[in-house]
C-alpha cells in the first residue's frame, strides 16, 4: 500500500522488465543541472521498483515489455546511489 510504513528490504534481481516510464523535464530541486531524465518502474520478480534509465535519453526508443539490467548507479554530486536500468 502507497503510504504504509510497512515495508522490509528486499533483494532486487539483476533483470527485469519495463512497466512504465517517463520524462521528466521539470527537475527537482539539487538536480537542475542534470539533462532531462527518463524515470521508469521496472517489475523484478515479486516487486516493482523505480529508477532511472540510464543508457536511452530518447523515450520513443523505449518499449513496455522490454528487459532491463538493473544496476545500483552512484551520483557523485549527491554523495548516494540510485538504482539504474540499462535496455
Known amino acids: 500500500n502507497c503510504r504504509s510504513a510497512d515495508v ?8 527485469g522488465v519495463l512497466v512504465t516510464f517517463t520524462k521528466v523535464y521539470a527537475r527537482p530541486q ?7 531524465y ?6 523484478a520478480g515479486d516487486v516493482r521498483v523505480m ?4 543508457n536511452i535519453n530518447d ?4 518499449k513496455i515489455g522490454s528487459k ?14 540510485i538504482i539504474g536500468f540499462y535496455v
Open 68 to 81: 532491463v539490467k538493473i544496476q545500483p548507479v552512484y551520483i557523485e554530486k549527491h554523495d548516494k546511489y
Open 59 to 62: 523515450e520513443t526508443k523505449l
Open 38 to 43: 527518463i524515470i521508469a518502474i521496472v517489475e
Open 8 to 15: 522490509e528490504w528486499v533483494e532486487v534481481p539483476e533483470e
Open 30 to 36: 539539487g538536480y537542475e543541472e542534470f539533462d532531462p
Open 51 to 54: 529508477g532511472w534509465v540510464m
